[in-house]
């Protein structure tokens, strides 16, 4: 599966983006997706997931409550909205999609990532 990755831009803190990641798989729905960070510097961190199966979402502590993850199957698309925007949240996001029935937080487990989408919010 190919993703790409949009949405991206320079907000201020306390702002607002919402990432795109549009698949071209025709199983997207059979997909485990989740989105990534990595800031200048720093190893690629986890930041939310969805499973296949409309399970709960899966969010790391330090974006829990400020960012929903969604998607659309009929769109072959994932969204990360992102709310209450902080400097630290500043990073170059991907997506990612599994086929694993526990893809988990572990970039390992995410075989097909997009290209990325920079997030720069400035104080």
């Known amino acids: 599966v190919q993703l790409q990755a949009s949405g991206g831009g320079s907000v201020q803190t306390g702002g607002s983006l919402r990432l795109s990641c549009a698949a071209s798989?025709?199983?997207?729905?059979?997909?485990?997706m989740g989105w990534f960070r990595q800031a200048p510097g720093k190893e690629r961190e986890f930041v939310c997931a969805?499973?296949?199966?409309?399970?709960?979402?899966n969010y790391a502590d330090s974006v829990k409550g400020r960012f929903t993850i969604s998607r659309d199957n009929a769109k072959a698309t994932v969204y990360l909205q992102m709310n209450s925007l902080k400097p630290e949240d500043t990073a170059i996001y991907y997506c990612?999609?599994?086929?694993?029935?526990?893809?988990?937080?572990?970039?390992?487990?995410?075989?097909?990532w997009g290209q990325g989408t920079l997030v720069t919010v400035s104080s």
């Open positions: 990612a999609a599994s086929r694993k029935i526990s893809a988990g937080r572990d970039p390992i487990g995410y075989a097909y």
């Open positions: 798989a025709r199983t997207f729905s059979t997909y485990n």
């Open positions: 969805v499973s296949w199966s409309l399970g709960p979402a």
